[in-house]
């Protein structure tokens, strides 16, 4: 007779969907994912599979845009818009913050896009004004965060030194 060390039994069961576990003591359900090479887990607080199911559902779309705006700012390509939307997600992620506090994070963002229309297309307004003064593309391309020597500038920004003006002159003519 073979007597190993005994079996531990663990807290968390798996179930049939991918990132949902069950806590056995409390019996409610849980997701588990990964994001920015960091294990996170979000509570559904519900004990019905079929309830657990949809919220996770909700989940798996927020963590992938999450995973979206993470993509954008760790290749240093995001916009005032990625940015902001990125802190809103991750607040509300963010478990060691108190839910008064995200409350309040969230509503002085909200005021902020109230007073402040058309923030999310800063770094677009930047880089064509810079360009528009003679700033030469790579330095831009460089304050951008963008590691191409500024060919990506290029294609979106350049054209041939014109202003506005003149490139809607050239469009309708005369």
Sequence with gaps: MKTGAPQKKTTWERTSVQNLLRNRQSGHYYGRFTIARKQKWYALDTDLLSVAKLRLADKVEEVQKLRGTVTNLEARTA????????????????????????????????????????????????????????????????????????????????????????????????
């Design 79 to 174: 916009t005032m818009g990625d940015l902001i939307e990125a802190f809103k997600l991750r607040t509300r992620a963010n478990t060691d913050i108190k839910p008064a506090s995200v409350i309040a994070r969230l509503g002085a963002v909200k005021r902020l896009l109230k007073t402040w229309p058309g923030i999310e297309g800063f770094r677009h307004i930047f880089a064509t004004t810079c360009i528009e003064s003679g700033v030469d593309i790579p330095t831009v391309a460089g304050w951008l965060g963008h590691n191409d020597g500024g060919l990506l500038a290029m294609r979106t920004y350049g054209q041939g030194g014109r202003t506005n003006q003149e490139r809607d002159r050239a469009k309708t003519g005369p």
